[in-house]
């Protein structure tokens, strides 16, 4: 299990994971929306032999626009990683199934047929049952219960029924099915962030691995590049790291390498930056936003922080360790692998001049 914080709050999760969330909300949203659409047609056909004729055509219009509506929300595929974007769709998404409900039910009140039709009174509790489908915080089924039970109450009031033993059964059993949701949902949304970090996170240093790295590479060059924002990559490796194991054994290496690691991550702003092992003694540092000038900084503070620091090994000796820096900045129309190589050669000219000192492609 997750801390509680990071299951009652999306803004204690990373940079890199609420991407990741987003856009699993993003993809079955879509899902759910295109089978919505599909349904809400389909089912005038059931309407025709259940409902009374006098209601049929507007409850078919109704489920038309509906449908036209939940097509809408399949086809809007823009910025799929967005947070925003997503909880917006999926507020879109119970919006929708609310609005056509409020619609149908007051019209059936208004013809006297409210009772006498099934499957509709059901509407509700089919909604919030719904919310069990999407990995959300706490805080997130909190606010969709209070909705989706604000727009019961405001139907049972127009209805005239509010307070009576119906609409008391129908309230309670609406908040009982969302905490099976919200449990539900709470369960799914701390299985991703134990299966995220599993994938994406490096075992012996805990921070990110090459894939989470790359991708989100890709993810935070796209984003610089469509808000004309700068974008730094710092590439690291540790000195004579073979010699320091041939030396001290690889238990000892395995020490620098945390300790390595603790200084990236205290050298890292907080869901903006990403630092992870690019592979054995190599690390890599993204930072979105940041310019050649504030990346030298960061390097010289990284550096500075490595000869300033000593680790005790098994062997009970007090050891140092160094580390050389590629710097490389994102060039206008440059790629992912072309920006990693500037700043290898980088890295190679720093080693080549002596380590222990940062080099820009």
Request: charged content about 15%; glycine content about 6%.
């Amino acid at each position: 299990m997750y801390p509680l914080q990071e299951l009652f709050s999306a803004g204690s999760h990373t940079h890199y994971f609420q991407h990741t969330r987003s856009y699993y909300i993003f993809r079955r949203v879509r899902i759910i929306a295109l089978l919505l659409a599909i349904l809400q047609s389909a089912w005038i056909l059931v309407d025709q032999w259940l409902l009374p004729a006098n209601v049929q055509w507007p409850i078919a219009i109704a489920r038309v626009i509906s449908s036209l509506f939940f097509l809408g929300l399949f086809f809007w595929q823009t910025r799929p990683y967005s947070s925003r974007l997503a909880l917006l769709r999926l507020l879109l998404l119970f919006t929708g199934l609310t609005a056509f409900h409020a619609f149908s039910s007051a019209l059936l009140l208004i013809h006297g047929y409210e009772q006498s039709v099934a499957g509709y009174q059901f509407f509700p509790f089919m909604i919030i049952s719904m919310m069990a489908i999407f990995p959300l915080v706490i805080i997130e089924v909190l606010g969709l219960t209070l909705l989706l039970t604000s727009a019961e109450l405001v139907t049972q009031l127009t209805r005239g029924i509010l307070g009576n033993i119906n609409s008391i059964n129908n309230v309670w059993l609406l908040l009982v099915l969302a905490i099976v949701a919200a449990w539900a949902t709470v369960n799914q949304l701390n299985m991703l962030l134990v299966l995220h970090r599993q994938a994406t996170r490096d075992a012996l240093t805990g921070l990110a691995n090459r894939r989470l790295i790359l991708e989100q590479l890709d993810s935070d060059m796209e984003s610089c590049r469509e808000n004309t924002l700068p974008l730094a990559v710092l590439l690291f490796d540790l000195d004579k790291f073979k010699g320091f194991n041939d030396t001290y054994g690889h238990a000892a290496g395995d020490i620098v390498l945390k300790q390595f690691a603790n200084i990236l991550r205290k050298h890292t702003r907080k869901k903006l930056d990403l630092a992870g092992r690019f592979g054995g003694e190599e690390f890599l540092m993204i930072l979105p936003g940041v310019d050649e000038e504030a990346a030298i900084e960061v390097a010289k503070a990284i550096g500075l922080t490595c000869r300033q620091t000593s680790v005790a090994v098994p062997s009970g000796e007090k050891v140092g360790f160094t580390t050389s820096i590629g710097i490389a900045v994102l060039k206008p129309g440059e790629s992912q692998s072309d920006l990693i190589r500037r700043a290898d050669e980088a890295l190679y000219s720093a080693k080549d001049a002596g380590r222990d000192r940062y080099e820009i492609a």
